[in-house]
């Protein structure tokens, strides 16, 4: 028995290794966003930055060590063989919880998973050893948990995501209102100041407060003690000089280097802070065995030693940040997970995330209440001033280039790090495991909000995806102490048969969301999807958006065959399928209709006759989807009910017409594919014949319903089929006309060129 408690370290160990792996994936996000999403430096200089600030950082973080030890609970209370199985249940949950949400490319708090693992496994293992006393009741629950420690920890972290909203949301509105969105005019005149004052606080609050969570602290607290003022003096003095020299001879902003710092900065913040979450309880879980041996190898003895403050082995922390490092280089969630942040905090279009609900839209109803009440309350000279600093450049852009371009600007990127920086070293000068997650998506979201990012077409969608993320971040805490929970007792039940199939199964997982999330990552453009058109003539929206109408064309064809096809086999997985392809080309049309708006500011004003061109192609396009969308959701929805199949007469009428649909779209797509659009008279003149027979089969049905005892579903589903197959045709021979009527060979096509500028 004595053996399974270095199997359950090696476990651990092990465990801790791969809790490093899915903790930076998810938690890279807290110090690459800022610099990725202002696009400032390239991605190769903002890595190294963010390794250097990982590693130094790692370096730095013992004094937090002592929280997974005694921070949740009260060591003396359990014996040796109780505190291995509590470490042993939180590396399990832990690491299956995060990879969930990095494999979903949600931000999640690693903070909130550990505090909450070890909360519930310890709350799990002090229930049962009261259930065996005799003398102790559940009352007693508080002599086995750090009672006062836990309640300080969580409610810092909970505050944690107002005060970074709120300083992060201020601390951006004074900025935008110095700089305004032009601000490279006045970065000129007061940039040095602003570089002076942003990289000061960076390096006070970051290598000076932060130092006080450190071993290091004792050698310069005569240094630094009661020197404070003198230290901020002089950081300013000689950051602003170092500004103004570096403009001088680079002739380059230096916005640059706070971000670079700041990204620095904040990645060793985080190091410092959060290395806890990933190899405090492994390095727990190492002191306890060796006191376990220096013991005599007693399972029952107590866990007092904890309690004392052992510092961390600087190999194993040498190991951990060169973990943390290949990592943050290697993993592929990461830049997931990134997506999430970026896209909610950009200040321009974006192919939105999340689909609103209904308490984001109470919310910005209520906000767009209040903004115009307060509108009416300040004179109008105060808000005209006001809002002429967040006037914003206006670049005629298309939705992709726009989604290409920066995030977000240089003064919104330093602010968010300095701000992230400064209130995560403040927490780790107090000893306190502050989320880091928390406060840089907050102190974003902040400033998203300052910043006016969230406007009136977009805000729904935003505050929809911040309430999602929160909602992850109360799910991880609910899920962890639960989890954690539950697996502590079944480890507690039998040890030796129950920690392997958690380990098997735990692997099983974690390579099955590894496997889910490369399918989902390298899934590349299917190559019938749509383009979006930018032609500026008729002739050239022509040609551009030919391709498009032979992949809808196809597309078509194949989901209306299939459909037919699986109604009269009654396939529901055919049907399903098919259904789920409408939707999909619904939502990219959707998408073309979403850029008319960029296309239309595109056209010079000798070229307008082209949106009107295109605008009409695009509606045709949507009657088409609409109809495909209305004959595979009847279809689908007949079978799936359990109703009679329909007659041998009428699957035969069916596929009449599909071979003759087949054909004319066969036709189509070649036409338009070759770009041929001389042949589209030809088959203009095929429209009299399709429309004959479906009226012929419509007259067919007519008859049968009244000379036939038959289904009345069956009646109805027949008539759908083929009455909104006769509008399906409709609005493909619209298209066509459309296209007849337009086409002029004998004019060159134009295109629109995009500046530079613009891009």
């Known amino acids: 028995m004595d053996n399974i408690y270095l199997l359950i370290l090696i476990a651990i160990t092990v465990l801790a290794v791969a809790d490093i792996i899915v903790g930076v994936s998810n938690d890279a996000i807290n110090f690459l966003n800022s610099a990725i999403g202002s696009k400032a430096l390239s991605l190769r200089t903002i890595m190294i930055v963010a390794s250097l600030g990982i590693f130094i950082g790692a370096v730095f973080s013992s004094g937090m060590m002592e929280v997974a030890r005694k921070g949740i609970f009260v060591p003396a209370q359990f014996e040796f063989g109780e505190i291995m199985l509590i470490f042993m249940?939180?590396?399990?949950?832990?690491?299956?919880?995060?990879?969930?949400?990095?494999?979903?490319?949600?931000?999640?708090?690693?903070?909130?998973?550990?505090?909450?693992?070890?909360?519930?496994?310890?709350?799990?293992?002090?229930l049962i050893k009261i259930s065996h006393s005799e003398s102790e009741t559940i009352a007693d629950l508080g002599n086995y948990i750090n009672t006062a420690k836990a309640i300080e920890i969580i409610t810092g972290i909970l505050l944690s995501v107002v005060i970074a909203f709120s300083v992060g949301a201020f601390v951006q509105w004074v900025s935008r209102l110095i700089f305004t969105f032009n601000y490279e005019k006045r970065i000129k005149n007061f940039g040095v100041l602003f570089g002076g004052v942003a990289l000061t606080a960076i390096t006070y609050f970051i290598f000076l407060k932060g130092l006080k969570g450190t071993p290091y602290y004792k050698e310069l607290k005569s240094i630094l003690d009661g020197n404070e003022i003198y230290i901020i003096i002089g950081s300013f003095v000689f950051w602003t000089l170092f500004s103004f020299i570096f403009e001088k001879l680079t002739k380059k902003t230096v916005l640059l280097v706070v971000i670079a710092i700041g990204t620095f900065g904040l990645a060793l913040a985080f190091s410092g802070n959060d290395l806890v979450n990933f190899i405090g309880v492994p390095m727990a879980a190492y002191h306890s065995y060796e006191a376990w041996i220096a013991g005599g190898m007693d399972s029952t003895m107590s866990?007092?030693?904890?309690?004392?403050?052992?510092?961390?082995?600087?190999?194993?922390?040498?190991?951990?940040?060169?973990?943390?490092?290949?990592?943050?280089?290697?993993?592929?969630?990461?830049?997931?997970?990134?997506?999430?942040?970026?896209?909610?905090?950009?200040?321009?279009?974006?192919?939105?995330?999340?689909?609103?609900?209904?308490?984001?839209?109470?919310?910005?109803?209520?906000?767009?209440?209040?903004?115009?009440?307060?509108?009416?309350?300040?004179?109008?000279s105060i808000s005209e001033s006001l809002s002429k600093s967040f006037e914003?450049?206006?670049?005629?852009?298309?939705?992709?280039?726009?989604?290409?371009?920066?995030?977000?600007?240089?003064?919104?990127?330093?602010?968010?790090?300095?701000?992230?920086?400064?209130?995560?070293?403040?927490?780790?000068?107090?000893?306190?495991?502050?989320s880091t997650t928390y406060v840089t998506f907050m102190v974003a979201m902040g400033t998203s909000l300052a910043d006016r990012a969230w406007g009136r077409e977009s805000a729904v969608y935003r505050v929809a995806g911040v309430l999602n993320v929160i909602g992850g971040w109360f799910g991880t805490a609910i899920g962890a102490f639960i989890a954690a929970g539950i697996v502590v007792f079944l480890i507690n039940f039998n040890a030796i048969v129950i920690i392997p199939i958690l380990l098997l199964l735990t692997v099983i997982l974690l390579y099955r969301n590894y496997k889910f999330h490369k399918t989902k990552s390298t899934k590349t453009i299917d190559?019938?999807?749509?383009?979006?058109?930018?032609?500026?003539?008729?002739?050239?929206?022509?040609?551009?958006?030919?391709?498009?109408?032979?992949?809808?064309?196809?597309?078509?064809?194949?989901?209306?065959?299939?459909?037919?096809?699986?109604?009269?086999?009654?396939?529901l997985s055919l049907l399903k399928k098919s259904k789920n392809q409408v939707v999909k080309l619904s939502d990219e049309i959707d998408d073309l209709r979403d850029n008319i708006t960029y296309f239309i500011k595109n056209l010079d004003a000798s070229s307008l006759q082209a949106s009107g061109f295109y605008i009409n192609i695009l509606g045709y396009l949507q009657d088409m989807s609409q109809?495909?969308?209305?004959?595979?959701?009847?279809?689908?929805?007949?079978?799936?009910?359990?109703?009679?199949?329909?007659?041998s007469g009428q699957i035969k009428e069916l596929k009449e017409i599909v071979d003759k649909l087949e054909v004319l779209f066969s036709d189509?797509?070649?036409?338009?594919?070759?770009?041929?659009?001389?042949?589209?008279?030809?088959?203009?003149?095929e429209k009299k014949m399709v429309y004959n027979l479906l009226n012929e089969k419509i007259e067919k049905?007519?008859?049968?319903?009244?000379?036939?005892?038959?289904?009345?579903?069956?009646?109805?589903?027949?008539?759908?089929?083929?009455?909104?197959?006769?509008?399906?045709?409709?609005?493909?021979?619209?298209?066509?006309?459309?296209?007849?009527?337009?086409?002029d060979s004998s004019i060159e096509p134009a295109t629109i060129s995009v500046s530079k500028e613009n891009k």
């Open 89 to 126: 249940a939180v590396m399990i949950t832990d690491i299956l919880l995060l990879d969930f949400f990095n494999t979903l490319g949600l931000p999640t708090s690693t903070t909130v998973s550990i505090v909450f693992n070890l909360l519930g496994a310890a709350v799990v293992m002090s």
């Open 303 to 380: 866990m007092a030693v904890l309690e004392k403050k052992v510092p961390a082995e600087p190999v194993l922390l040498f190991i951990a940040g060169t973990i943390m490092v290949l990592t943050l280089w290697f993993s592929k969630k990461a830049k997931t997970v990134a997506e999430t942040e970026i896209s909610l905090s950009r200040q321009g279009e974006t192919h939105e995330k999340f689909e609103p609900n209904r308490i984001s839209r109470a919310i910005v109803k209520v906000t767009s209440q209040l903004s115009s009440y307060f509108s009416a309350v300040v004179p109008s």
């Open 392 to 434: 914003k450049p206006n670049f005629t852009m298309t939705k992709n280039q726009s989604i290409e371009a920066p995030a977000f600007d240089m003064i919104r990127a330093s602010v968010n790090l300095m701000v992230a920086g400064v209130l995560i070293a403040i927490a780790t000068s107090m000893k306190l495991p502050l």
């Open 527 to 571: 190559e019938d999807s749509l383009s979006e058109a930018e032609g500026s003539s008729v002739q050239g929206v022509i040609h551009e958006s030919a391709k498009n109408i032979s992949k809808v064309v196809k597309r078509t064809n194949k989901i209306y065959s299939n459909t037919i096809d699986g109604l009269a086999k009654q396939e």
């Open 627 to 647: 109809s495909l969308e209305y004959i595979s959701k009847i279809s689908y929805r007949h079978i799936n009910n359990n109703h009679k199949q329909l007659k």
């Open 668 to 685: 189509i797509e070649k036409a338009f594919k070759s770009e041929s659009f001389e042949e589209i008279g030809v088959i203009l003149n």
């Open 701 to 743: 049905q007519i008859e049968r319903t009244r000379s036939e005892e038959s289904s009345p579903k069956n009646t109805t589903l027949h008539f759908g089929l083929l009455l909104e197959t006769k509008d399906l045709v409709d609005a493909t021979m619209n298209l066509l006309e459309e296209y007849h009527n337009s086409f």
